[in-house]
């Protein structure tokens, strides 16, 4: 994937649309001029907003999941592992998750336990306005 440049495997406008989605998932934001008036050369104004629309969704969701440490399930688990770890990827945070087919499950790190979103974890301070009306 991260040869998308140069592979074959990949047509003009689907390295346009990964080149705008790689600046876009970069903190600060990276997307230039430049790279809409690239989209255009390929997209309609609809197909460029539902591209952002997903790339906003995606970097929700990697958050969310960041944030919360989601375990990973098996299947994405082992691809992220024979694809992505030569790359730099670790596992980190996200370990809860048992392999699939494996005898051995993989427990949670005690470095990074899991954040509980129960009203008792957050303390009174911070629930005392969320009663609800009777």
Avoid at 44 to 49: A, C, V
Wanted: aromatic content about 8%.
């Amino acid at each position: 994937m991260w040869q998308y440049e140069t592979s074959s495997e990949f047509n003009d406008a689907e390295r346009a649309a990964l080149r705008f989605a790689q600046a876009a998932g970069q903190v600060p934001n990276a997307v230039s001029d430049a790279d809409f008036a690239e989209l255009r050369h390929h997209f309609e104004e609809d197909e460029i907003i539902e591209i952002v629309a997903v790339i906003a969704l995606v970097g929700f969701l990697n958050r969310w999941n960041d944030t919360l440490r989601t375990p990973l399930e098996a299947a994405p688990r082992g691809f992220a592992e024979r694809h992505l770890t030569g790359q730099g990827w670790t596992l980190r945070k996200h370990s809860g998750a048992a392999l699939c087919g494996s005898a051995t499950a993989t427990h949670r790190s005690t470095e990074n336990p899991p954040v509980s979103l129960a009203p008792q974890a957050l303390g009174s301070e911070a629930t005392a306005g969320l009663s609800r009306p009777s």
